[in-house]
Each structure stands twice: as C-alpha cells, then as structure tokens.
C-alpha cells in the first residue's frame, strides 16, 4: 500500500507545455519535499514545503502545500527539455517528533521533447 | 562543499556472499540516512544515525544488514549473507538539523547492488 500516491507515473509532452504532477495521502505530513533525480544520480531537493496552504516558486517550477497538509502538486509552465527526469515526493509524517525518515512516493518520469 | 559520497557506485555478488556499502556524509551533518530503491517500489527507509547512535532503525529488512558509523563520521551498511531480494540501490543522504526543524536532505549517488 502506497503511502504518498503519486501521478501520473509518467509524462510525455512537447516544448512549452505547462503540467501538473500530485502527490496525495491520506496522512497528515508535517514537511513536504520534492526532488529531482537524475539517471545515475541521488535525488536532488527542489523545495520543501512546510505549512498548508503555501505555495513556493522556483523559477518555471510551482509548489503547493494542501491546507491540511496531505497532498501537495508540482506545476511547470512552459517546460522545457531540460526539465526531462524523474520528479519525486517525500514527506515527513506529523507527530514523527525527532523521526525525520522520508516517506517516498513512486516518482513522476517526465519527457519533454523538442 | 564536498558532497556525500558513496561506494562502489556498483557491486555485483554472488548469493550468500557478503557486500559492505560506505558512505561520506557532508562534514558537520550529524544525522545520516540509509535509504533503498527495489525496482519497480517506492524509496524506502533504512536507517537514521545521529553521529554515532542509531536514531531509528525500524527500516532495516531482517538481521542479515548491518549499519554502522564509527565515530559518528561514515557510515557502513553490511549485508550477509546477500540474497536475492536484497538486489536494488542503495542511497545515503546526510542533514543537519535538530528538533522538528526538518532540513533538506543531501544524497549521494547510491549503490547500485545486484545479487545473483
């Protein structure tokens, strides 16, 4: 059973497409991270997300935190080739007190073509 | 600022035979994090050592992998005898921090284990 259901699972679009990847669960979580991975490579963090309701940016990239803090979307506008990787989720459960270990959605497989 | 660093990149090994995993967290990042991808599953959890102490280990498969890190520097994961299930990557990541405050998260490069 997933506990951070991620979608969609890939995605596949043309230069100067906008897209939404989600990240939901039915658990509250008390921080939110997204990462970017590359082939080869460790995630890398993009953002952390840490009260319901925010939203960051990121240059083309959009980060929402839900209000109650069980989901969160990643929005790109215009996207572009070098956005091509592997988007991931990762949240820390509330109430974990010190416990910081991450829990991982599946991962979003993003193409931009040319 | 060097980053974490882990090796081999890549180890192959025959079943019931025996892999040690290191890895180099940043300098000054007391907590550090094992973390495992199977293919085809979502990243899980391992371990967390805050330097030499281990913080939550409720990740760990069975008593066939051990983790260690001496002196609160690098840290070990040591699996024996493999299996085949064992196979998949194996990352570290390092954070400093205490209390709630939740930091990002450093990764190294992983280990990519493949048991046959």
């Known amino acids: 059973t997933q506990l951070l259901e991620q979608s969609p699972q890939f995605l596949s679009i043309q230069e100067g497409e906008n897209l939404t990847v989600y990240c939901n669960s039915s658990?509250?979580?008390?921080?939110l991270q997204w990462y970017r991975q590359e082939p080869g490579e460790g995630p890398v963090l993009l953002v952390t997300v840490v009260t319901g309701g925010e939203v960051k940016k990121l240059k083309r990239l959009t980060f929402q935190f839900g209000d109650a803090r069980k989901d969160s979307s990643l929005h790109i506008t215009a996207a572009q080739p070098g956005d091509t990787g592997l988007y991931l989720c990762?949240?820390?459960?509330?109430?974990?007190?010190?416990?910081?270990?991450?829990?991982w959605g599946l991962g979003t497989s993003l193409a931009v073509n040319p | 600022e060097a980053g974490v660093t882990q090796f081999p990149s890549h180890s192959v090994i025959e079943k019931g035979q025996t892999v040690t995993l290191r890895c180099d967290p940043i300098?000054?990042?007391?907590?550090l994090y094992w973390y495992r991808r199977v293919m085809g599953k979502e990243i899980k959890f391992l371990l967390h050592?805050?330097?030499?102490?281990?913080?939550?280990e409720s990740g760990m498969p069975n008593n066939r992998f051990l983790a260690e890190r001496t002196g609160g520097t690098y840290s070990t994961l040591k699996v024996q005898p493999a299996e085949l299930e064992d196979s998949g990557v194996y990352f570290c990541a390092s954070s400093q921090g205490t209390g709630r405050i939740n930091y990002g998260y450093t990764f190294g490069s992983g280990t990519r284990l493949t048991v046959v």
């Open positions: 050592f805050v330097k030499e102490s281990k913080q939550d």
């Open positions: 990762a949240g820390v459960f509330a109430g974990a007190g010190n416990n910081r270990k991450l829990i």
């Open positions: 300098s000054g990042h007391d907590n």
């Open positions: 658990s509250v979580f008390s921080s």
